[in-house]
């Protein structure tokens, strides 16, 4: 019996890892179940889990969450101090699916005991990734790639030597904006922007996906989990979401991971811990049903958040934090209807020239990262008035 902890157990990661959970009780049990503000749904799904203990983020949801759970006998919390004991408690795995920077802290908390990490949270090696994987190192942590394209990747390395590899790609559906002309993204809004074709994965994921930042973080995530080099990394749009990682050999052979677009399979290769787990209630991939899989390139000049993305990548440095934090900061104001679409790029990119002689190296810690992430804030919410307004 393996213990699993859920770091953003409220969330869609957590909901598909909790079905696979729920599917083999013969070999998981429930640990912590950490959320975010949601003290009734955190509750409900600690009674239905069994789970060991459970936090919320939010401290002013305490009371909520205490009612929630009330005669089961679990014991709970809220605020950073609870979500922190949340991770230190027993675990053999910990997901980490916290969506952006502020998974920082509860991922390299469980890092720093060693613990088997199936990572959701791409930011943690967006903004301090040097910091992560020298840690990793240092606490013999295990990283396991809980992104369907990163974790085909992964599984397609079994053909041979990262020293082999000529080429990495990660595929993108394209979002809701993929055959749309600039002119009518400029003036999508926020609800247009998070109707992602393949994926439901929050408001904030949505629209990066659409923005294809969300393409910008998985390169960044892509070159520490596998220590290549940027310029071995790229991204093709492949609209039937069935590819999700290519891997070019130095022979020219193409070896590619191919799955059902469902976030169950990533989770139950990272869970298995090399077995295979069944995925009741999930549909296997029928290529003749799928009929044809089809190919395009990036239009940068209408997805400029990636062109962003890769500049900060190659920077490298402190620039991948930068770009994170800045981007944060105007998705928000995007859903806020305080600027059009464009303005996410425009900002973004004007923080990262702003910063650009600031912060010259990467973060030494997460500490670091997280003083930089807050300066950064600061500066990006001042410059909103700045940007494009919308419409």
């Known amino acids: 019996m393996l213990t699993v902890s859920i770091l953003g157990a409220t969330g869609s990661i957590g909901a598909s890892t909790?079905?696979?959970?729920?599917?083999?009780?013969?070999?998981?049990?429930?640990?912590?179940?950490?959320?975010?503000?949601?003290a009734a749904a955190l509750g409900k799904l600690a009674r239905e889990m069994n789970a060991s203990f459970a936090a919320?983020?939010?401290?002013?949801?305490?009371?909520?969450?205490a009612e929630a759970l009330?005669?089961?006998?679990?014991p709970n919390g809220a605020g950073e101090s609870a979500v922190?004991?949340?991770?230190?408690?027993?675990?053999?795995?910990?997901?980490?699916?916290v969506s952006g920077a502020a998974g920082l802290k509860p991922t390299h908390a469980a890092l720093r005991l060693g613990r088997?990490?199936?990572?959701?949270?791409?930011?943690?090696?967006?903004?301090?990734?040097?910091?992560?994987?020298?840690?990793a190192k240092r606490y013999n942590a295990v990283l396991l790639p809980v992104d369907s394209e990163h974790n085909a990747l992964a599984q397609a390395l079994g053909g041979g030597p990262i020293s082999d590899v000529a080429k990495m790609t990660i595929t993108a559906s394209g979002g809701p904006f993929r055959t749309w002309t600039r002119e009518r993204i400029q003036a999508a809004s926020a609800a247009e922007a998070a109707k992602h074709p393949t994926w439901s994965m929050g408001m904030k994921i949505n629209i990066d996906s659409a923005s294809l930042m969300n393409k910008g973080l998985e390169l960044i995530e892509a070159h520490h989990l596998f220590t290549i080099g940027h310029d071995r990394l790229d991204v093709i749009v492949h609209p039937q979401s069935i590819v999700h990682g290519l891997i070019t050999w130095r022979d020219g052979a193409v070896t590619a991971g191919l799955a059902m677009p469902d976030m169950r399979v990533p989770i139950a290769h990272c869970l298995g811990l090399g077995d295979r787990l069944s995925i009741a209630r999930g549909r296997g991939l029928d290529?003749?049903?799928?009929?044809?899989?089809?190919?395009?390139?990036?239009?940068?000049?209408?997805?400029?958040?990636?062109?962003?993305?890769?500049?900060a990548l190659a920077d490298g440095g402190a620039a991948p934090t930068v770009m994170n934090a800045a981007n944060?900061?105007?998705?928000?104001?995007?859903?806020?209807?305080?600027?059009?679409?464009?303005?996410?790029?425009?900002?973004?990119?004007?923080?990262?020239?702003h910063f650009a002689s600031v912060f010259r190296t990467a973060p030494a810690d997460v500490d670091e990262a997280l003083v930089?992430?807050?300066?950064?804030?600061?500066?990006?919410?001042?410059?909103?008035?700045?940007?494009?307004?919308?419409?």
């Open 116 to 135: 088997t990490i199936a990572l959701a949270n791409k930011e943690s090696l967006v903004c301090a990734g040097d910091a992560f994987m020298r840690d």
């Open 84 to 97: 922190l004991e949340a991770v230190s408690r027993d675990a053999d795995i910990v997901v980490a699916a």
């Open 372 to 391: 930089i992430d807050a300066e950064v804030r600061t500066w990006s919410a001042r410059a909103l008035p700045k940007t494009h307004a919308a419409g």
């Open 56 to 65: 919320l983020a939010d401290e002013s949801a305490g009371p909520a969450l």
């Open 287 to 311: 290529l003749a049903a799928t009929g044809s899989l089809t190919f395009e390139p990036v239009d940068e000049g209408r997805f400029p958040c990636l062109r962003i993305a890769r500049a």
């Open 328 to 353: 944060e900061i105007a998705v928000a104001a995007f859903i806020r209807g305080e600027i059009a679409f464009y303005g996410i790029a425009e900002l973004v990119e004007r923080a990262c020239e």
């Open 70 to 74: 009330a005669g089961s006998g679990i």
């Open 18 to 38: 909790t079905d696979l959970l729920a599917q083999h009780t013969d070999r998981f049990r429930v640990g912590s179940l950490v959320g975010g503000r949601d």
